[in-house]
């Protein structure tokens, strides 16, 4: 599988690795290495930062742009938060998530990674760290974007992305096998951010509101979600971190089923991605309407 993704990767690794604003000269890269000999390297939301963290070791003094355990749509940042993204040797960012993070990397003229670039992904949905094979090839990037600003470190992050990508790949083996019996059920969340897990495995998302989960649902939204849970036979209402339980809540009662949590992993991943993604796969095969 990792030479199938590795081929499907390449181009996206290519177009995306490094950004840098026009003016830059030669191309040669403007990042420098810190004086402790690491690059100082930002990233959001937390799940590309922990790739940031994988893929560079102990040759990235690696920050979230965020607070930790902030809501990614909302976080307004400091002056000093700026400041950082801006004199940061690298930034890497998921675009359309966070405007105030998309300000702050626009101010840069150092070079930047937009996962939202990689190959399968859409522009209209940010949340492209929810299927592991995109992720997988957001490594491939994050590894290049780092041999960029750092060429005597090109191999070290080259080891540990193909580290991480095995692990990614393990991980999608293991949701898709988990999740084969659930192909064609409808996932009913509180937010629309689980598109592209819905789309890797075989599942339909039916959510109460829109990618950005602050935006309440109308009432003939809820209405029409309400049609679609009982026509379903859905059984399971998921809410998440972000949003308030209190719509979700509020169809679950009026549809008479259950309700349960599936994180969008937005604000944390907890205790890291690869254990927060199977606790999202166990609540999906115990919510979901499945076979056998």
Same mark, same amino acid.
């Given at each position: ?15 995306? &690795? ?42 990235? =003094? ?7 355990? &902030? ?8 002056? =000093? ?17 966070? /405007? ?10 150092? /070079? ?27 490594? =491939? ?116 089923? &259950? ?34």
């Amino acid at each position: 599988m990792r030479d199938l993704l590795r081929r499907r990767a390449a181009p996206a690794v290519l177009a995306l &690795a490094v950004t840098a604003p026009a003016g830059c000269g030669d191309g040669t890269s403007s990042a420098a290495v810190a004086d402790d000999g690491r690059l100082d390297v930002v990233a959001s939301p937390p799940a590309v930062l922990e790739v940031v963290e994988r893929v560079g070791g102990e040759g990235v =003094d690696a920050t979230g742009v965020t607070p930790p355990g &902030a809501d990614a749509h909302a976080a307004e940042l400091t002056g =000093d938060r700026v400041a950082r993204v801006v004199d940061a040797d690298l930034a890497v960012h998921v675009r359309a998530l966070s /405007p105030s993070v998309d300000e702050a990397v626009a101010l840069r003229e150092g /070079p930047s990674v937009d996962v939202l670039e990689v190959e399968g992904a859409r522009a209209e949905d940010p949340h492209v760290w929810l299927d592991p094979v995109l992720l997988a090839e957001a490594a =491939d990037a994050v590894a290049a974007g780092l041999a960029e600003a750092d060429p005597a470190g090109a191999d070290g992050y080259e080891r540990r992305a193909d580290e991480l990508v095995g692990e990614l790949e393990a991980l999608d083996e293991d949701l898709a096998a988990r999740l084969a019996p659930c192909r064609g059920a409808v996932l009913v969340t509180a937010h629309q951010a689980f598109g592209y897990l819905a789309d890797r495995y075989g599942l339909e998302q039916v959510a109460l509101t829109g990618v950005d989960p602050h935006v309440e649902p109308t009432p003939a939204r809820l209405r029409d979600v309400t049609e679609q849970v009982r026509e379903a036979g859905v059984r399971t209402v998921f809410f998440d971190e972000v949003t308030s339980t209190g719509v979700a809540q509020t169809l679950a009662d009026e549809a008479g089923v &259950a309700t349960s949590v599936l994180s969008p992993l937005e604000a944390s991943v907890e205790p890291d991605y690869l254990t927060a993604m199977r606790a999202n796969g166990d609540a999906l095969a115990r919510g979901l309407v499945c076979a056998g």
